[in-house]
């Protein structure tokens, strides 16, 4: 298919360690989005991408959280010395443009469970 | 972003028609109004968006009334894989954004 792609789909995980979480969004996408959804809560707007830069980071919670984009294609989401509260699905979507008129689409996310 | 309000819940009986309403009434002029669906354990959906007409697709139709403050989604004849929550989100034109979702309605389908 040619949609988003996420990889893992699930991640387990100890308090502490650090994990890398991968976005391969629709080809041809310039603009890549990250989200994450709380058990029980909406979407949160983490990072967003344009090209290889990152506008918008007004969303990451803390200094341990990163991402970086390269190529204009692949994103990876980092977050290190993890905690408890981290866990939640991970979500990454892409647009052709970065413009309002034109969709996002999402990916099946990544679930992250921290123990 | 203007604040959407919908209801939290519905049901639709399969083969009808399923009329979710948003309200949006702080809506500017250059906000597009957007709708996804979620179905549990997947990513969410993108099923259309409009500015100030009307919009179809292939799965579903957009209403928006004259004045722009509330819009109607509407899935002509509903299945049982139409079960989801529906989230209609209003976003700013022209500039890179991102997109807020509320609480959304859960739509049942039922038999």
């Known amino acids: ?115 | 972003d203007a604040k959407t309000t919908q209801p939290p819940s519905m049901d639709c009986a399969e083969g009808r028609a399923a009329n979710l309403p948003c309200n949006h009434s702080t809506i500017s002029g250059n906000e597009y109004v957007y709708w996804y669906r979620q179905i549990h354990s997947q990513g969410p959906q993108y099923i259309i968006h409009g500015l100030k007409n009307n919009e179809t697709n292939e799965m579903a139709s957009l209403i928006i009334t004259e004045d722009r403050k509330s819009s109607t989604l509407i899935l002509p004849h509903a299945t049982l894989r139409d079960t989801a929550v529906y989230y209609c989100i209003v976003r700013n034109t022209g500039t890179a954004s991102k997109l807020t979702f509320g609480t959304g309605t859960r739509l049942q389908v039922t038999l």
Not at chain 1, 6 to 23: H, I, M
């Open chain 1, 1 to 115: 298919g040619a949609g988003v792609s996420q990889s893992p789909s699930n991640k387990v995980t100890e308090k502490g360690k650090d994990v890398e979480l991968r976005c391969d969004p629709i080809s041809g996408h310039t603009a890549l989005y990250w989200y994450r959804q709380s058990l029980g809560q909406g979407l949160e707007f983490l990072i967003y991408f344009q090209g290889n830069s990152a506008p918008d980071k007004s969303g990451l919670p803390s200094d341990r959280f990163s991402a970086e984009r390269t190529g204009g294609s692949v994103s990876t989401l980092t977050i290190q010395r993890t905690q408890q509260e981290d866990s939640a699905v991970y979500l990454c979507a892409s647009s052709l443009t970065p413009f309002s008129n034109q969709p996002q689409h999402f990916g099946d996310g990544t679930r992250l469970s921290i123990l």
